[in-house]
């Protein structure tokens, strides 16, 4: 990613720092950062992390990181994982949609913000962000507790 808008993008949203910090993500291993309106159906998606061995063609894996940015915090979503191993074991753990977790929390959300990659092996790891403006989107009218 271009280190100017890199740069840009960190003064603009602070709480990113914190965030890529955490992930270990800097502009050299970020595809892209870019800014949506959050939505109903962000709210149904369920945040995860996955890992297959495809046995000789090689493991595809990725993730979809999601944190809530709120006044003064930012909080990670619990995510879901599953990993499978050719012939041998299937592991899983599931979690609840963003909207119930957002639910749960009870705090004046602001942002979303997600980091998310897929790629296989062989495959340089390039990450992309989102992050979700959430103002002005009533999204509690819209999330079902679990």
């Known amino acids: 990613m271009?280190?100017?808008?890199?740069?840009?993008?960190?003064r603009?949203?602070?709480f990113l720092a914190?965030?890529?910090t955490e992930q270990n993500l800097s502009a050299d291993s970020i595809g892209n950062i870019e800014v949506a309106r959050g939505d109903r159906n962000l709210l149904e998606v369920k945040p995860s992390a996955w890992a297959h061995d495809a046995g000789g063609y090689g493991e595809h894996s990725g993730h979809r990181l999601f944190w809530c940015v709120a006044t003064g915090e930012t909080i990670s979503l619990d995510g879901?994982?599953?990993?499978?191993i050719p012939y041998e074991r299937k592991d899983q753990r599931?979690?609840?949609?963003?909207g119930s977790q957002l639910l749960s929390l009870n705090r004046d959300v602001q942002f979303i913000v997600e980091v998310h990659e897929e790629h296989w092996d062989w495959e340089e790891q390039i990450s992309n962000v989102v992050i979700y403006k959430m103002q002005g989107f009533?999204?509690?009218?819209?999330?079902?507790p679990m």
């Open 2 to 10: 271009n280190q100017h808008k890199f740069a840009q993008m960190v």
């Open 12 to 14: 603009e949203f602070p």
């Open 18 to 20: 914190n965030i890529l």
């Open 80 to 84: 879901a994982w599953a990993r499978t």
């Open 94 to 98: 599931d979690t609840s949609p963003i």
């Open 138 to 144: 009533n999204w509690r009218s819209y999330c079902r």
